[in-house]
């Protein structure tokens, strides 16, 4: 599940919950089509966490 959180004017953060993906559909002339999809797993989440760490650390070090 993809979540878009928002800042709006009043300070209010507002967020957005995906199950799936749209898939473009327009170069057949088509509409867009939402395709559902299962949550990610344990081992998924550990993966994107462990990659923007390391860019992270990669970054600051550059930066001294």
Known sequence: ?????????EGIVRYAFLDG????????????KFVKL??????????VVTKISQRVIRKLRQLG
Not at 21 to 32: E, F, I, M
Request: net charge negative; proline share 6%; aromatic share 4%.
């Open 38 to 47: 299962s949550a990610p797993s344990d081992a998924d989440i550990a993966a």
């Open 1 to 9: 599940m993809e979540s878009i959180g928002l800042l709006s004017d």
């Open 21 to 32: 993906v749209y898939l473009d559909r327009s170069a057949q002339g088509l509409k867009p």
